[in-house]
C-alpha cells in the first residue's frame, strides 16, 4: 500500500441480500461485489427497485448482509453480533436520508449532539456541545443552532442532519437520495458540501436516480436486478458550486423552479 488514498473502506464480495421467507422471497442484492477507497465519492444509481437502498442499509451497518462477506476497514460486518454492529456503526458510519430524520422537538443542536449519546466512549455534556457546535459550523448553520426543524427550510434540515451524521467523525458517509425532497438550488448546495466535505478526505457513497447529480461525484455504480452493472470513473466530474453560480446568474434570487421531472 503507498498512500492512505489507496486504502479500500469498504470491500463487497459476492454480496446477496433477500427479503421474506417461503414463497415470497425477493432477492433484493444477487451477488454484489464492490470495492470503495478512502477518498472516493461514489453515486449509486439504478432503477427504483434495483436495490439502491437495500445495498447503503447493509453498508450502514442498520441491516445485516446475507451470504457473501462485507469488511468495513477490514472488519468482517457479517459475523459482528447485532450490539457490536451498531457500535461499528456508530463510529465510522454518518447516514443521511431523503426525508432528513430529524426528531420535530428538539433543536438542531440537540438533533446533532444525539448519535453521541450512543457513542461507545461516554462524552462529558460539555464535549457534547462544543462538537455539536463545530459540526453545525461545518454545514453552515453555527447560527441556526437553536432552531427546531420546522423553522428550517428543506435544505437547512438536511444540513442538521449532515452535522448530525459528521459529529462523530465517521469514515465514510452514506447518504440515500439526499437530495431527492429539495429544489435545483438547494440541491447545488448540498452537492457541494458533500464535495467540500470529500474535498477534507471524507469518503462520501449517495444513492440519486438524477444524472445531474452523479456529476459531481468522481464514480458512478449502476445496480440492476440486485447487481452491478456498470462502475467506472465520472471523467468529467463537476463542481457543484460553480453549478450553483451559474444557476443564481440564470435564475434570479427569488424566482421558482419547478424540479426537473425524473426518470424513474
Ligand atoms: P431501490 O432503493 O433501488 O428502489 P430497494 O433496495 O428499496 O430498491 O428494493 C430492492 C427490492 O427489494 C425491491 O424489489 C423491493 O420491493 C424489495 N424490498 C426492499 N425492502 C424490502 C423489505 N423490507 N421487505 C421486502 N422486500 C423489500
Ligand atoms: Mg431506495
Do not use: W
Amino acid at each position: 500500500m503507498t498512500e492512505r488514498t489507496e486504502e479500500a473502506v469498504v470491500v463487497l464480495e459476492g454480496v446477496h441480500k433477500t427479503y421474506g421467507t417461503g414463497g415470497s422471497q425477493v432477492a433484493a442484492l444477487r451477488g454484489v461485489d464492490l470495492t470503495i477507497r478512502r477518498g472516493e465519492m461514489v453515486a449509486v444509481m439504478g432503477p427504483s427497485g434495483s436495490g439502491k437502498s437495500t445495498l447503503m442499509n447493509i453498508l450502514g451497518c442498520l441491516d445485516r448482509p446475507g451470504p457473501g462477506r462485507y469488511l468495513l476497514d477490514g472488519v468482517d460486518v457479517g459475523r459482528l453480533s447485532r450490539d457490536k454492529r451498531a457500535d461499528l456503526r456508530n463510529r465510522k458510519l454518518g447516514f443521511i436520508f431523503q426525508d432528513f430524520h430529524l426528531l420535530s422537538r428538539t433543536s438542531a443542536l440537540e438533533n446533532v449532539e444525539m448519535p453521541m449519546l450512543y457513542h461507545p466512549e461516554r462524552i462529558s455534556g460539555r464535549e457534547l456541545r462544543r462538537r455539536a457546535e463545530e459540526a453545525l459550523e461545518r454545514v453552515g448553520l453555527a447560527d441556526r443552532a437553536g432552531h427546531h426543524p420546522n423553522q428550517l427550510s428543506g435544505g437547512q434540515q438536511q444540513r442538521v442532519a449532515i452535522a448530525r451524521a459528521l459529529v462523530n467523525r465517521p469514515t465514510f458517509l452514506l447518504a440515500d437520495e439526499p437530495t431527492g425532497n429539495l429544489d435545483t438550488r438547494t440541491s447545488l448546495d448540498i452537492m457541494s458540501l458533500f464535495q467540500e466535505l470529500n474535498a477534507g478526505g471524507l469518503t462520501v457513497i449517495l444513492v440519486t436516480h438524477e444524472p445531474e447529480m452523479s456529476r459531481f461525484c468522481s464514480r458512478v455504480v449502476v445496480l440492476r436486478d440486485g447487481l452491478v452493472e456498470r462502475d467506472e470513473p465520472m471523467d468529467s466530474r463537476q463542481s457543484a458550486r460553480g453549478l450553483r453560480e451559474a444557476f443564481d446568474r440564470e435564475h434570479p434570487a427569488g424566482e421558482i423552479q419547478p424540479r426537473p421531472v425524473e426518470a424513474s
